[in-house]
């Protein structure tokens, strides 16, 4: 059993459908990050979580620790939020555990 | 926020040589580099850590004589990968840490490497 969960590992929405996508992870974590990357490889920081939820523009992550679990939400999706969705645990030290990614994509 | 560049974001070259990939932390001292591979479909493998002025730390079935990871200043971090294989092709991406506070991860563009 991987230590970082995502699910779904690919999801499909019509453009404007909220979406979420969720990490359970089962290592105590000194923070969650959630990942976005592009068809091109690069990738963005989007949130970086110890507690309770963090908002920017349409996107909403949320972690409960005592459940180790963490949600992110897209509001109002767009094709242009296709992509790949990682989340990562830090663990003891500077070291982050991936999961595997979650595949977006957002038709129009 | 806090931005890191890498450069070159594409290399092609053949087996046998050795290329150089470079990190840079724009606007901010990264006392700690980390680089990553991601080969397709995978998730990103921690490849070695690298404190600024020490000698960096690898992950177990990183060869250490191949990838040769330099920290030498707190805003830039270099990888040699030598004597390039096809089996290197892959995606490095590095990512940068400062102070003493290791949640605080900014990760690199990417460097698309292909061994012919």
């Known amino acids: 059993k991987n230590e970082v969960e995502q699910s779904p590992q690919n999801l499909t929405a019509q453009e404007g459908e909220f979406i979420t996508i969720n990490c359970s992870y089962s290592?105590?974590?000194?923070?969650l990050h959630w990942l976005q990357q592009h068809p091109g490889g690069g990738i963005v920081s989007l949130f970086m979580?110890?507690?309770g939820k963090k908002k920017h523009g349409r996107l909403i992550a949320t972690i409960n620790i005592q459940e180790k679990h963490s949600s992110l939400h897209i509001t109002a999706s767009h094709p242009r939020d296709s992509a790949v969705y990682i989340c990562a645990v830090g663990t003891s030290g500077s070291r982050l555990t991936f999961g595997e990614g979650t595949q977006l994509t957002v038709n129009p | 926020g806090a931005v890191v560049s890498q450069h070159p974001s594409r290399v092609i070259c053949k087996s046998g040589t050795s290329v150089k990939i470079e990190c840079r932390s724009l606007?901010?001292?990264?006392?700690?580099m980390f680089w990553y591979r991601q080969f397709p479909k995978q998730s990103l493998m921690l490849m070695a850590t690298?404190?600024?002025?020490?000698?960096?730390?690898?992950e177990q079935g990183v060869e250490k004589d191949k990838f040769l990871i330099n920290h030498a200043s707190l805003t830039l971090s270099t990888l040699t990968v030598t004597s390039a294989h096809p089996e290197f092709s892959s995606f490095y991406i590095c990512c940068a840490s400062f102070g003493d506070s290791y949640n605080e991860q900014f990760f690199g563009p990417g460097t698309r490497l292909t061994v012919l």
């Open positions: 979580l110890s507690s």
């Open positions: 690298s404190n600024e002025g020490s000698k960096a730390t690898y």
């Open positions: 606007d901010f001292q990264a006392t700690t």
């Open positions: 290592v105590g974590i000194s923070a």
